[in-house]
């Protein structure tokens, strides 16, 4: 009995666990900034917070936030910004203090 049991519990586990790897729908629409958006990077002085500065070329509405990542330390994301057309924005994470500062910079963007 005892054995059916944890059969069943990690089954149950494995099965929970295959339905959060699965990708969210709006996932399935994040892209890297294209031809119709430019995006700059920077990093402040002490080097542990970065910004995405983007434009909305497009003539649509567009979401962006910084992906930040953190050398020694768990990875960073800024805030979802909503562009129309013609404007621009900047999203910013910070990375621990515990680690060794920004690595790299980038940006997600989805359509509206």
């Given at each position: 009995?005892r054995t059916?049991?944890r059969?069943l519990?990690?089954g149950?586990?494995?099965?929970l666990?295959?339905?959060?790897?699965?990708?969210?729908a709006d996932?399935?629409?994040?892209?890297?900034?294209?031809g119709?958006?430019?995006c700059?990077?920077?990093?402040?002085e002490?080097?542990?917070?970065?910004?995405?500065?983007?434009?909305?070329?497009n003539?649509?509405?567009i979401?962006?936030?910084?992906?930040?990542?953190?050398?020694?330390?768990w990875?960073?994301?800024?805030?979802?910004?909503r562009?129309?057309?013609?404007?621009?924005?900047?999203?910013?994470?910070?990375?621990s203090?515990?680690?060794?500062g920004?690595?790299?910079?980038?940006?997600d963007?989805?359509?509206?």
């Amino acid at each position: 009995m005892r054995t059916q049991l944890r059969a069943l519990a990690v089954g149950a586990v494995l099965s929970l666990a295959t339905a959060v790897q699965a990708a969210p729908a709006d996932a399935a629409t994040l892209r890297p900034p294209g031809g119709r958006e430019v995006c700059t990077y920077t990093v402040t002085e002490e080097g542990y917070r970065s910004t995405a500065i983007c434009k909305n070329y497009n003539s649509h509405a567009i979401e962006f936030r910084a992906v930040v990542i953190c050398g020694l330390a768990w990875d960073q994301t800024g805030p979802w910004v909503r562009l129309e057309p013609g404007e621009r924005g900047n999203s910013s994470a910070l990375c621990s203090q515990l680690g060794s500062g920004v690595g790299g910079t980038s940006a997600d963007i989805r359509d509206l």
